[in-house]
């Protein structure tokens, strides 16, 4: 079975701080995919990042920045000086390589930064 | 480019009434579709996922059904609300390429309020 574990539940941080997302996944596939998700106030979810399992090269992307590490099955998202525009509930989902696999979501971490 | 929609942005309902959320994707062939649930303050929930026409897979028991009436349609029904239903739900796709799943992309959301 496949289960992805964000075991903080909200953050809160001052605005120009730096502040990692945990993300902890479990899965028995050889193959498989992380994302990162926002989801702002508004509801919509957008997707920030997709992952492949034989890829643990880290990825950075303006202010944000993944670190992938397969010995420790974690996938943390950080975020560089923080604006108020980032709070929002970020979600790490995993899916696995067959067709039709479906999304397992973590139950989200509620990062609130604080002017 | 690929959309999807989702109609309608709120709902208010009876207990007892039935429902209809519908979803289309636009761009796309063949896409897998997604159903989520999100519980005020929760994360998400997969309600039912399909790989193509007539296909639904339900990931939990409950009186919510779904139908694929055409390759990029994806209906969420139920005959008699409950309580329990309300919440926000999310529709989605991806396309299987190759290696596995691309990133899932989701409709803005229903907020449904059962009264």
């Known amino acids: 079975a496949q289960k992805v574990t964000q075991a903080q539940t909200e953050i809160s941080v001052v605005e120009k701080e730096d502040v990692t997302l945990d993300c902890v996944y479990e899965?028995?596939?050889?193959?498989?995919?992380l994302f990162w998700y926002k989801q702002p106030p508004s509801g919509e979810l957008v997707f920030l990042i997709r992952?492949?399992?034989?890829?643990?090269q880290n990825e950075i992307s303006g202010r944000y920045s993944w670190n992938f590490q397969k010995s420790t099955s974690s996938f943390n998202f950080t975020i560089t000086a923080s604006q108020v525009v980032d709070s929002a509930v970020y979600f790490c989902a995993l899916s696995g390589d067959n067709y039709g696999q479906n999304f397992v979501f973590g139950p989200g971490t509620r990062l609130s930064v604080l002017p | 480019s690929q959309t999807i929609h989702q109609w309608p942005a709120t709902l208010v309902q009876p207990v007892g009434s039935p429902l209809s959320l519908e979803c289309t994707v636009e761009g796309t062939s063949n896409p897998n579709l997604y159903w989520y649930r999100q519980a005020a303050g929760r994360g998400l929930q997969l309600l039912f996922y399909?790989?193509?026409?007539?296909?639904i897979s339900s990931e939990v028991p409950q009186n919510l059904s779904a139908s694929r009436p055409q390759d990029r349609q994806f209906i969420l029904s139920s005959k008699k609300l409950l309580l329990s239903d309300s919440g926000f739900y999310l529709c989605?796709?991806?396309?299987?390429?190759?290696?596995?799943?691309?990133?899932?992309?989701f409709g803005q959301g229903t907020r449904l309020t059962v009264v």
């Open positions: 992952r492949n399992s034989f890829d643990e």
């Open positions: 399909s790989v193509g026409i007539g296909q």
């Open positions: 989605a796709w991806s396309v299987h390429r190759g290696r596995g799943n691309t990133e899932a992309f």
């Open positions: 899965t028995r596939d050889t193959t498989y995919y």
